[in-house]
């Protein structure tokens, strides 16, 4: 990891090794296809502000993918330090931390790793979704007499400034596709906006617009044996939280129990969502579901937002919609982002119905008007369940003969695409089958998939390749 080579004062020269900061595979990989062109020794790097937000496991799994180790700037954070060393990393940057550097650097030396002071100088910054080929070969490849300003300014060690990075450090900027998303919710306070945005610039996903999200309430739900049996170390809910985190996902979402667990282990690894009420098999009556935690709880654990399902159509459909008003007045107004799994069941909803297009519009609609800022449904099949409906789709010739139309209706329904809509992964299926689901939401304009028995009943290396060729898909790479 050694610094820049070369005559600062020199302007033909260019340095021998270049520090690159990446914020994703394609980026990484195109950086290592120019060194032998450019004649540089590249060090990929992650900024702080993609350490904090994407995770350390996210790192690693991208230095694996790419066959190079990613040096991981941890900035004054000796507890991400530890935690990175805890999951390989060999080489990190850990500032400003003196009472705990001389710990830390003895840990890593027994661990074969370096802590260093400062990312080795010169130091390029790539924006999100930047082309990296496009800019190094802008920057180093020779085109006349002398480099330009910006090459110039990588030899003498300097981070270039407007491409992501303020006061020697690098930011992560919020791409105009997050900043589209934001202008949606007019009336929000900027604690809502900011935790949109740690929601829409975490992981994998990170910028695009697009969701995974890792939801684990099954056991609530279903009970744990129907829930985990089939992967036993999903039981553990430190396997949760790392498979999310492992996986790049944008958030995680589970009940107050399985976040207490965990929540102090990974702390700002993972976006989380508290799931605030609950239903569970052994009841037989109304569809309906009991506030099992707070807004506060939320707050303490350190989430970035609060998630509730209504039943539209339940005889107790009312009482949670008054529920959800309190809930979600009280989230919005200490900056908390409000989630809504909205299952429409019971009253005049037939079984079959409960998927059907034009009710899981009607409910996505409903959840919208709610004041929901992300909202979970099923994936809808062609089918219209109520009398009253069947005349409107006929008459406005809605399509429906595919997935992806019937998606494009629903997140029509959410004022227009103006609210993020994402799917359930559903009950377990084969793999093709989930990937073309996706597929489907993807080309339908949904936001994103939220999946949960899909891929914590898989074993992790299984669910970890499935829930990458999903991100995959929603990155437009599959």
Known sequence: MAGREGAPGDRGARPARL??????????EAALALEAELGLAVTLAASHALTRFAGVGYLVALG???????????????????EALRAGVRALVLRD?????????????????EVLD???????????????????RALFAPTGPGPSSEAEAAVRG??????????????????????KILSWYESENPGVKTNLVRLLMHGRLGGTGKLVILPVDQGFEH??????????????????????????????AAPLGALEQGAATYAGEVPLILKLNSANSLHAGIPDQAVTASVDDALRLGCIGVGFTIYPGSEACYAQQEELREIAREAKSKGLLVVVWSYPRGGKVSKEGETALDIVAYAAH???????????????????????????????????????????????AAFNGKRLVVF???????????????????????????????????????????????????????
Do not use: W
């Open 424 to 478: 359930s992964g559903g009950e377990a299926k084969d793999t093709e089958g989930l990937l073309a689901e996706v597929r489907a939401i993807r080309d339908g304009g949904g936001h994103g998939s939220i999946i949960g028995r899909n891929s914590f009943q898989r074993k992790k290396p299984e669910a970890l390749a499935l829930l990458e060729k999903v991100v995959a898909i929603y990155r437009g790479e599959a």
């Open 158 to 179: 300097a981070e270039p400034l407007g491409r992501g990075v303020r006061r020697g450090r690098a930011t992560m900027r919020v791409t105009p596709e997050v900043k």
């Open 97 to 113: 931390a003196p009472a705990q550097i001389g710990k830390l650097r003895d840990i890593a030396r027994q661990l074969g790793a």
């Open 366 to 412: 409903m959840a919208a008007l709610m004041g929901a800022h992300v909202i979970k449904v099923k994936p809808p099949s062609a089918r219209i369940d109520l009398d009253a409906a069947r005349p409107a789709y006929d008459k406005a010739q809605v399509p429906m003969e595919t997935l992806s139309q019937r998606v494009a209706h629903v997140v029509q």
């Open 223 to 252: 009970g744990p044996a129907r829930s985990f049996a089939p992967n036993p170390a999903a039981y553990d809910p430190h396997y949760l939280f790392e498979l999310a985190i492992e996986a790049g996902l944008s958030a995680y």
């Open 64 to 82: 694996e993918l790419v066959g190079r180790p990613i040096l991981v700037d941890c900035g004054d954070e000796p507890g991400t330090a530890l």
């Open 118 to 136: 400062e990312l080795p100088s010169p130091v390029i910054a790539l924006a999100p979704g930047e082309d990296a080929a496009a800019r190094l």
């Open 19 to 28: 520090t690159v900061l990446v914020h994703d595979r394609p980026q990484a």
